[in-house]
């Protein structure tokens, strides 16, 4: 168990450098899908506390970032091989990008501070965005890999096309 443990700090680590071999070695292991849901759920979990509702909504709110994650990694798998993908690249599956895209997660442990500590708006919100940028960088650089390292001008137009029904629903699904 500690090795696991070890093992998942370390993958994180990688990814909050943007290491492309942590990415690498998060997309090959199949164990690392029950650590990217513990990735997400702990990293969400820094979100939940900031809205209101008592514990109730604490606990919800991560299950509910779960949910966001499978589908958000099956729209950015769904955009990629479906209107990204050249005819002579290599297949890919959608495990190792949800394994990825539930990695690229880790940033939002930033927030965390937002509760720690009382922040005027104007930090938190830069926290809150900066953190935001850090998720959307790793997921670029995990699609990248994922995908068989096509350039980063096509992974971002996938992320974004992905991510903007989410961006636009995201804040009345969590009540803001």
């Not at 164990?31 to 759920?41: D, I, K, L, M, S």
């Not at 939940?48 to 606990?59: A, D, I, K, R, Y």
């Not at 937002?114 to 900066?130: D, H, S, T």
């Not at 068989?148 to 009540?175: D, K, N, S």
């Amino acid at each position: 168990m500690w090795n696991q443990v070890k093992t998942v700090y370390s993958r994180v680590l990688g990814v909050l450098r943007l290491d492309p071999q942590a990415f690498a070695e998060i997309h090959a292991d199949p164990g690392a899908t029950y650590q990217a849901v513990a990735v997400v759920f702990i990293s969400s979990l820094a979100v939940s506390v900031q809205v209101p509702g008592g514990w109730f909504t604490t606990l919800v709110v991560p299950l509910g970032f779960i949910a966001w994650w499978v589908v958000a990694a099956f729209i950015i798998y769904w955009v990629a091989t479906t209107f990204f993908t050249k005819e002579d690249a290599t297949p890919t599956a959608y495990a190792p990008v949800a394994r990825g895209i539930g990695f690229a997660m880790a940033p939002r442990i930033l927030q965390i501070f937002l509760i720690i500590i009382e922040l005027p708006v104007p930090f938190g919100r830069i926290i809150q965005l900066f953190s935001i940028g850090w998720i959307f960088a790793a997921m670029a650089v995990s699609t990248h890999i994922a995908l068989g390292r096509p350039p980063y001008t096509r992974v971002t137009i996938i992320i974004a096309l992905a991510m903007l029904p989410v961006i636009i629903l995201e804040p009345f699904l969590l009540g803001g």
